[in-house]
């Protein structure tokens, strides 16, 4: 799901949720965004241009949820941390989901999700 350009490319600020409970679990709650564009605005002159890719945990959020999620918050992209070590699997859906995403979008292992511990 999401946007499916081959070969193509997404350009923007990585945005690191300070609010644990919308990182980490699988919340829709308004996140206040507003301390990263004030201080994209004074870097790039103008906020209208700013450009959010999400990193996220999984949590105990689906997948397609936190995507949603970040969506809503108008991220260009997402890229998710898995909290578990697992070995690969299919990545499926729940039931009753809408298939509205139009984000690129990323599953990262649990080696990743260590590493950013270090940020």
């Known amino acids: ?4 350009n081959y070969g193509g490319s997404v350009e923007g600020y990585l945005v690191l949720p300070m609010n ?3 990182h980490t679990e699988c919340t829709q709650e308004p996140l206040d ?3 990263y564009i004030h201080w994209l605005k004074d870097w790039t002159g103008d906020s209208s241009k700013v450009f959010y890719i999400f990193l996220v945990d999984r949590g105990s959020c689906y997948f397609v949820d936190k995507v949603e999620n970040t969506q809503a918050l108008s991220a260009i992209a997402t890229i998710v941390l898995d909290n578990l070590v697992e070995s690969l699997f299919n990545m499926w ?4 989901w ?3 995403i139009v984000i690129p979008s990323v599953l ?3 080696l990743f ?3 950013k511990e270090r940020f």
């Open 20 to 22: 644990t409970t919308f």
């Open 113 to 115: 999700f260590k590493k």
């Open 1 to 4: 799901f999401g946007y499916q």
């Open 108 to 110: 990262l292992g649990f």
């Open 93 to 96: 859906s729940p039931e009753n």
């Open 33 to 35: 965004l507003n301390p």
């Open 98 to 100: 809408d298939d509205d």
